[in-house]
């Protein structure tokens, strides 16, 4: 899901409603250069699908919002960005408004693999096959999962 684009000030404008991502939308972003550099991606969490799952919680999430300098933000929703997928978001079930703080940081980049590649050895056998977040890295772009 596209949920937000990164304006020319360097803010986010986020969509609401977010919108679908198709191969149509990919050709044409990346005809103008890295789309996770201009767009900020959403994706469901896919839980036991996801090497960063921790059996009840994302673990990712806690390890950025652990990592990120400064003070907790404050609860209220007025501060927060309009973010289209906040009610079903993974992230902000579990770290409330500082997984909204994070978010924006880090950028979602799945690794296509091609067909009859093998499985990377990183992923536990018990997770193949059932889809792996991308390499998440800090980041002026944006994922989550929600």
């Known amino acids: 899901m596209l949920i937000a684009v990164l304006g020319e000030d360097g803010r986010l404008g986020y969509l609401r409603p977010a919108l679908p991502v198709d191969d ?3 050709a044409a972003a990346e005809r ?3 789309p996770e550099s201009r767009f900020r991606f959403a994706d469901r969490c896919r839980e036991d699908g996801c090497e960063n799952w921790s059996g009840r919680d ?3 999430v806690d390890t950025l919002v652990g990592a990120a300098p400064g003070p907790e933000p404050e609860a209220a929703a007025d501060g927060l960005p309009r973010c289209a997928v906040r009610a079903d978001c993974r992230w902000f079930v579990q770290r409330g ?3 909204c703080a994070v978010c924006p940081l880090v950028v979602y980049r799945p690794e296509p693999r091609p067909v009859g ?3 990377d050895p990183a992923v536990p056998a018990d ?3 059932r889809g792996r977040s ?3 890295s800090p980041s002026s772009s944006r994922a989550s999962g929600w």
């Open 24 to 26: 149509a939308f990919v």
């Open 32 to 34: 103008h250069g890295d």
């Open 58 to 60: 994302c673990s990712l």
């Open 97 to 99: 408004p500082r997984a």
């Open 117 to 119: 590649q093998d499985p």
């Open 127 to 129: 997770r193949r096959g």
């Open 134 to 136: 991308g390499d998440v």
